[in-house]
């Protein structure tokens, strides 16, 4: 009889461990379904925020790239107006001869007489109707002083312009530039696709 019990002991104990080794085997298969799940997740994930990355990069109209190829060209351009110009670098106010200082006097800044509609959008899009993206100045040295050049590189509707101010008193006052060296380029400049 005691045999007999110890062949149940081992049998129930055999069966119970088959039972528990099938188990963890379930429990395996569903770890490794809910790991593949979450990969999968996790890479949908990944793909969706890179396309809205992309889309994001896509939409902007201005870009560190292009910032540089117009500070490149500025920096040929200039000399051959016999003038040298100082760039706003996004971070440290740029001050002009008459006293104002860029970017926070767009807030002043009148476009033909009207105010309000200019103002600091460095991806070109904003709240504005002229959205600047980058702003360059000099400071004249022949009377009568202070005189000043400053040019706003913006967009209006989405389409590139520049504007230019060389008021020396009063309100400062921007209008489209002349300059068709300077228009074209520029455009050429924001139109062009970046990789």
């Not at 991806?123 to 004249?140: L, R």
Request: glycine share 8%; aromatic share 8%; net charge negative.
């Amino acid at each position: 009889m005691k045999k007999l019990m110890e062949v149940l002991a081992i049998a129930s104990l055999g069966v119970a461990l088959t039972g528990c080794g099938n188990q963890s085997t379930q429990s395996s298969s569903n770890t490794a379904k809910t790991n593949s799940e979450a990969s999968s997740s996790q890479s949908t994930a990944t793909t969706n925020n890179t396309s809205s990355s992309e889309s994001h990069h896509d939409s902007s109209l201005w870009n560190n790239q292009k910032n540089e190829q117009l500070a490149s060209f500025m920096q040929k351009w200039g000399p051959t107006m016999h003038q040298s110009y100082e760039q706003y670098d996004g971070q440290n106010e740029l001050k002009v001869s008459t006293g104002i200082t860029y970017p926070d006097g767009l807030s002043k800044e009148l476009v033909e007489g009207q105010s309000g509609l200019i103002g600091w959008a460095p991806s070109g899009k904003g709240d504005y109707e002229y959205n600047v993206v980058a702003i360059y100045n000099h400071d004249g040295t022949e009377p009568p002083l202070p005189n000043r050049i400053t040019y706003f590189f913006a967009f209006h509707n989405g389409k590139p312009v520049v504007l230019v101010d060389q008021s020396n008193n009063g309100d400062p006052d921007c209008h489209p530039t002349t300059n068709m060296d300077l228009e074209s380029n520029f455009e050429r400049i924001a139109t062009e696709s970046t990789k």
